[in-house]
């Protein structure tokens, strides 16, 4: 009996042990203005998700409520060129760093699970003008380029996918906005 004891107390032990070599999390910008970050955001390209399976294209739209809560209403258009929309808010994860928000939207799953249906919304560049960003989620799965216009030069572009790149996100899966040329009207 003893040593089935240490032996389990050795593996609970392994388990919890971290070497301090896992993944090393991205790094954000270090503070996000959100008055300014409010407004109309068009996805350029994301990483495939499966609440944005059927999107074409989508957009966002952030709007100030109070000093660090923010309204969230996402649109996204699919293929056959309906709309759906899905409304929530991002509030800092931590009180005064807005580079890393907790984003939840209003639907059915984050009714029955709340505070489990929040995702991560990391913050993980951002210019200067406040015309293009970067977010992602910290484990890599999840990744945004985005831009105040549905269009940008291909080397802003480039731009983007190399800081991308660099922050170890896994470029060649992007799925890429449809022009809307390509999309019934």
């Keep these: 009996m003893r040593l089935l004891l240490a032996l389990l ?15 090393v999390p991205p790094e954000t910008v270090e503070r996000v203005d959100l008055e300014r970050y409010q407004g109309t955001w068009y996805e350029l390209a994301r990483l495939p998700m ?10 966002a739209r952030y709007v100030l409520l109070s000093n ?8 996204c258009r699919t293929r056959a060129g309906h709309w759906q929309q899905a409304k929530g808010e991002a509030v800092p994860q931590v009180a005064g760093k807005t580079d890393k928000l907790w984003l939840r939207f ?37 990744l945004w380029l985005l831009a105040r216009s549905p269009e940008v030069a291909p080397a802003l572009r480039d731009k983007l996918l190399e800081v991308a790149r660099k922050q170890g996100y896994d470029t060649a899966r992007l799925i890429w906005r449809t022009p809307d040329v390509e999309l019934p009207q």
């Design 9 to 23: 107390t050795a593996a609970v032990l392994a388990g919890c042990a971290n070497s301090g070599t896992g993944p």
């Design 50 to 59: 499966f609440f944005q399976r059927h999107c074409a294209q989508s957009e």
């Design 68 to 75: 660090e809560q923010v309204e969230v209403s996402n649109r």
């Design 106 to 142: 209003d639907n059915w799953f984050s009714s029955l699970l709340p505070g489990v249906s929040r995702g991560q919304y990391w913050v993980l560049y951002l210019d200067d003008e406040y015309q293009t960003a970067l977010v992602g989620h910290p484990n890599r799965d999840y």
